[in-house]
C-alpha cells in the first residue's frame, strides 16, 4: 500500500512514470523500509499503463464488492411465520459473520 501511495504522490507531483529511485526516495524521507521485490512488481504491472484508466478500473471492482451491513437489515425486515424460523435465521447470520472474520487480512496488511 506504500508503494502505491508513493506512486500516486510522485504522479500527483507531475511525474507521469515515476521510476524506483523516486518512489525509494520518497519513502525513505518518511522512515519506510523498501522491500526492492515489491517496488518492483508495483512498477512492472503499472508500466505502460495511464493511472486514471486503472483507477476507473479499480473503482469498477469496488462496485461490486457488498459493503456490509445490507444482509442484517434485510432479514430484520423479512416477515417470520413461525417460531423455529427466527433461531435457522440467527444461525445462518452466525455463519456469515464467521466467515467474515476469517478473512480479516485477505492476504495482505494495510501497511505492506
Same mark, same amino acid.
Given at each position: ?27 525513505? /524521507?518518511? =522512515?519506510?523500509?523498501?522491500? $526492492? @521485490? ?8 503499472? +508500466? ?32 417470520? /411465520?413461525? =417460531?423455529?424460523?427466527?433461531? $435457522? @435465521? ?8 464467521? +466467515? ?13
Amino acid at each position: 500500500m506504500k508503494y502505491i501511495a508513493a506512486y500516486l504522490l510522485a504522479y500527483l507531483g507531475g511525474n507521469s512514470c515515476p521510476s524506483a529511485e523516486d518512489l525509494t526516495s520518497t519513502l525513505e /524521507s518518511v =522512515g519506510c523500509e523498501i522491500d $526492492a @521485490e515489491r517496488l518492483e512488481l508495483l512498477l512492472s504491472q503499472v +508500466k505502460g499503463k495511464d493511472i486514471t484508466e486503472l483507477l476507473a478500473a479499480g473503482r469498477e471492482k469496488f462496485a461490486s464488492v457488498p459493503s456490509g451491513g445490507g444482509g442484517v437489515a434485510v432479514a430484520a425486515a423479512a416477515p417470520t /411465520s413461525g =417460531g423455529a424460523a427466527p433461531a $435457522a @435465521e440467527s444461525k445462518k447470520e452466525e455463519k456469515v459473520v464467521e +466467515k467474515e472474520e476469517s478473512d480479516d487480512d485477505m492476504g495482505f496488511s494495510l501497511f505492506d
